[in-house]
């Protein structure tokens, strides 16, 4: 997901009747289609989600692009992966930002991440109305994509082995404690965009909270 897995977000499914279709398609290269969903591992973790559930039941892993609306504001085309069934069924395995029977797929196979780390592939996004909102959650998530892959390139770098669900165990220095300090002022004003666009706004971007530079904690991706 592209915030916090603890942040409440209204995206919803993107409609196929929707008539921004043709334009979304051009924009992921690829045709949406609805697939279903049925979740059975831990929200943002599609990647290690899918290899398991198609190592669990002889599927194959298929990446693409997930396509989420949040009306009034934004789609959002977020990098993903499920599985295609034996007879080819698509079958999404990752829990979805709400309950859902079905979400909406791209399948793009152009680009297969690693597992070793987090890829932190930038979202796609497509402002509506001009919102102004939309555009302050588009670029809060550009740049928490940005901070937690820097973070990710540095405990590659240290050899530090990824251990999903828990903090990268980096050692401290002055350029890894300013990466965590500007993660937590990204989220926190994430979090103030995303309870403004909850709250029914749409006109002016929230102003940005101050944190304290130094001793932050946040997780990575």
């Known amino acids: 997901m592209t915030v ?12 196929l009747a929707n008539p921004l279709r043709g334009r979304i398609e051009r924009l992921a290269g ?32 298929v990446h693409g692009w997930l396509v989420s609306i949040w009306p009034h504001h934004l789609v959002e085309i977020l990098h993903h992966a499920v599985i295609a069934q034996p007879d080819g069924t698509l079958l999404d395995v990752t829990p979805y930002y709400r309950e859902t029977e079905r979400v909406t797929f791209i399948v793009d196979d152009s680009i297969v991440p690693p597992r070793d780390y987090p890829a932190y592939i930038p979202s796609k996004f497509m402002i509506l109305g001009n919102s102004a909102l939309g ?6 998530a550009w ?33 890894v404690r300013a990466l965590w300090a ?3 002022r990204t989220q926190q004003d994430l979090a103030l965009t995303v309870e403004a666009m909850r709250q029914g ?21």
């Open 4 to 15: 916090g897995a603890d942040m409440k977000l209204d995206f919803k499914p993107f409609p």
């Open 182 to 184: 500007a993660l937590a």
């Open 135 to 140: 555009r302050a959650f588009r670029d809060g």
């Open 201 to 221: 706004g749409a006109g002016r971007r929230p102003e940005p909270r101050v944190a304290p530079r130094q001793g932050t904690r946040a997780a990575a991706g």
């Open 30 to 61: 690829g045709r949406l289609q609805a697939i279903r969903s049925q979740p059975c591992g831990a929200a943002g973790r599609c990647y290690w989600n899918a290899d398991a559930a198609a190592e669990a039941s002889g599927a194959a892993v």
């Open 143 to 175: 740049r928490q994509n940005e901070i937690s892959r820097a973070l990710a390139e540095r405990a590659r770098a240290a050899g530090i082995p990824l251990v999903l669900g828990e903090r990268l165990a980096l050692p401290r220095s002055p350029e």
